[in-house]
């Protein structure tokens, strides 16, 4: 059976905020989502974290509790947890990112952590969004 979970966490320091930064956290994500067969989409925007993630049980509680003890994240809040019938996204990770326009027009100036589950999930899975797959 698969799982569809979506979360946000704030982030610390410069955690997702330069290139060599996100470079890590794609490449450790990638490797990890690659071994537990973990389809995710992720999202970083003015300090905080949000990201859809698809897969068995056993791996979503792994990956979850690797992120709670993760110094980079503090806050973790899972807001959707679900049993699903198929995955919404093939990649182990997609990266989407928004411009100041997009984030004013999606966002409205609201945080990720503002978002109901549905609207970041809508957000994490908007194609013109997405920046790496």
């Known amino acids: 059976m698969l799982f569809r979970v979506v979360f946000v966490s704030e982030l610390v320091a410069d955690a997702?905020?330069?290139?060599?930064?996100?470079?890590?956290?794609?490449?450790?994500?990638?490797?990890?989502?690659?071994?537990?067969?973990?389809?995710?989409?992720?999202?970083?925007?003015?300090?905080?974290?949000?990201?859809?993630?698809?897969?068995?049980?056993?791996d979503i509680d792994r990956l979850l509790a690797r992120v709670s003890r993760d110094p980079r994240h503090r806050n973790l809040r899972v807001l959707h947890d679900r049993p699903v019938l198929k995955r919404q996204?093939?990649?182990?990770?997609?990266?989407?990112?928004?411009?100041?326009?997009?984030a004013q027009t999606?966002?409205?100036?609201?945080?990720?952590?503002?978002?109901?589950?549905?609207?970041l999930q809508r957000l994490l899975m908007c194609d013109h969004l997405t920046l790496a797959a």
């Open 16 to 58: 997702g905020q330069t290139t060599r930064s996100v470079a890590e956290i794609l490449g450790a994500c990638q490797r990890n989502n690659q071994r537990d067969e973990i389809t995710s989409a992720l999202i970083f925007h003015r300090g905080e974290a949000a990201q859809m993630i698809e897969g068995k049980r056993v």
């Open 106 to 119: 999606l966002l409205q100036d609201r945080r990720l952590s503002h978002l109901s589950a549905d609207g």
């Open 89 to 102: 996204t093939a990649s182990p990770v997609r990266l989407n990112a928004l411009s100041r326009d997009q």
